[in-house]
């Protein structure tokens, strides 16, 4: 049997403590897509049948309430990057496909999963004056 090897980008959590961080963070942005792609499903819906123009009142507050959950969300994770927005809007839900580059990776990659935005997150290095002692 081959030895499976863990993609460059695909670490492996160095402590279970990492390992449960890891897999509860996938969890939280799986279910925050999958809300992004029910919402937009639910669009279509209201633009057949009654042409819901996205200003329209209740469109405006479906997507309005997303966004705040994308704000908690972001806050939640440390994505000061705003990787979150970029994902769901200009990449949308990965479906284009688009790369990205975290500081501390070599060169960029195409953010398709949750599992790739996920390791965008954590790799993206935010710099931080040093404080003096």
């Known amino acids: 049997m081959k030895d499976q090897k863990t993609p460059k980008h695909d670490p492996a959590p160095e402590n ?29 819906k209201l633009k ?9 009142s209740p469109v405006k507050a479906m997507f309005d309430l997303f966004s705040e959950y994308t704000d908690v969300l972001s806050r939640l994770l440390d994505d000061q990057e705003g990787w979150l927005e970029w994902y ?3 990449n949308e ?17 195409p953010i398709v999963t ?8 954590a790799n993206a290095e935010v710099m931080h004056p040093e404080t003096k002692p």
Not at 93 to 103: R, V, W
Not at 114 to 121: E, F, G, R, S, T
């Open 93 to 109: 839900n990965g479906a284009k496909k688009l790369k990205a580059k975290a500081s501390n990776w070599n060169e960029s990659r």
């Open 16 to 44: 279970d403590q990492e390992a449960g961080r890891g897999s509860s963070i996938y969890a939280l942005l799986a279910t925050w897509v999958a809300k992004r792609s029910r919402l937009d499903a639910e669009y279509e």
């Open 114 to 121: 949750p599992y790739d935005l996920a390791d965008l997150i």
């Open 48 to 56: 057949c049948l009654f042409d819901a123009s996205p200003e329209c």
């Open 88 to 90: 769901s809007w200009e």
